[in-house]
């Protein structure tokens, strides 16, 4: 037996905000692609932080090397990378807090 | 769209384009008094054209955003305002009437331009400066 939406519930169903509508299927629909998509989602920010850090870590290369003097371009590189990559981190962390608050859940 | 990075990569362009300022500042004070040059006659000094540069395709901007652009310096000019004149009869560049043409370079417009130069650069670091600042706060969002 199928467990579908209380029928005539005087709680109206929570609606993803408008900015992610159109990302996000609306409740109520089978969602069994929602957590995929969130870890492809979290992917694609693990790849561009990896891909930065490795422009940033190539022009330092350059940098020390004497290849190069764009001394502002690789800083920028650098931070630039730094951004992204706690921008990961700190997805990583709200999804691990996800995760932690279901696990203590009393059953 | 415009992000944190596009701002980033804007005033990087700022950086880029007043590191050529300076380049140029560098040239005309280093040759303020060469009177020998491969083109032949003194030298002349130059100046950096900065044009206004959209966006690369990569940061998929919206018509409205279009107007925002980086900076590039896409062109050198001479400067072809006459050089002063110097009698200076045994000077082996001299002229047949005895006058020696000196590079047209002033040298305290050169150190005007080399303070707007430094400042704007300074300038472009700030910037940078705050728009990293904007994007660690927006990261302490995450933190409860």
Known sequence: MAIGPVEGSPIPLLQPHEAFASQVAPLGEPQKDALTAAGEGFLDLVVRANERTQTAQHMSQALAAGQSDDIHGTMIAVSEAAIQTRLMVNVKDKVMDAFYEIWRMNV | ?144
């Not at chain 2, 990569?58 to 955003?65: D, G, Q, V």
């Open chain 2, 1 to 144: 769209m415009l992000g944190v990075f596009s701002a980033i990569d804007i005033s990087a362009s700022g950086l880029t384009a007043e590191r050529t300022r300076m380049n140029t500042i560098a040239s005309n004070l280093a040759n303020a008094q060469t009177t020998r040059t491969a083109a032949g006659g003194a030298y002349k000094r130059v100046d950096p054209v900065f044009e206004a540069i959209a966006l690369d395709k990569m940061h998929a901007l919206t018509p409205s955003e279009r107007s925002v652009s980086q900076v590039k310096v896409t062109q050198i000019v001479q400067d072809q305002r006459p050089g002063h004149m110097v009698y200076s009869p045994g000077h082996p560049d001299a002229n047949k009437d005895g006058y020696l043409e000196y590079p047209n370079v002033n040298v305290v417009e050169e150190m005007v331009n080399m303070i707007s130069a430094s400042r704007a650069y300074e300038a472009g670091i700030s910037s940078v400066e705050a728009t990293q600042k904007m994007a660690s706060s927006a990261l302490d969002l995450g933190r409860v």
